[in-house]
Nanobody
Framework: QLQLVESGGGLVQAGGSLRLSCAAS????????MGWYRQAPGNQRELVAS???????TYADSVKGRFTISRDNAKNTVYLQMNSLKPEDTAVYYC????????WGQGTQVTVSS
């Protein structure tokens, strides 16, 4: 059974850091492009960062220089290190395998207070 399970969300002050993790099971993790998306209330879900099978990352302009995506194929896990967090980063963050038509986790809340 396919599962993507996120962890690491929470409440942090502006300027702080969080590290999100997404553990995958039930898929051949190493063949998938993995991504982190986020959705704030009233907004559409947007791509934050993605990483190819060969670990080449792509970032939204709004997070470049602050967020780092990485993957460990041996552990079937993808990470999102978030530094210098801003209140506008507040959202539910979703792990994704295989882009918009792929597989999704249940989401983890990230709240950044000013």
């Amino acid at each position: 059974q396919l599962q993507l399970v996120e962890s690491g969300g929470g409440l942090v002050q502006a300027g702080g850091s969080l590290r999100l993790s997404c553990a995958a099971s039930g898929i051949i993790f190493s063949i998938y492009v993995m991504g982190w998306y986020r959705q704030a209330p009233g907004n559409q879900r947007e791509l934050v960062a993605s990483i190819t099978r060969g670990s080449s990352p792509t970032y939204a302009d709004s997070v470049k220089g602050r967020f780092t995506i990485s993957r460990d194929n041996a552990k079937n896990t993808v990470y999102l290190q978030m530094n210098s967090l801003k209140p506008e980063d507040t959202a539910v963050y979703y792990c994704n395998a295989g882009s918009m038509n792929g597989y999704w986790g249940q989401g983890t809340q990230v709240t950044v207070s000013s």
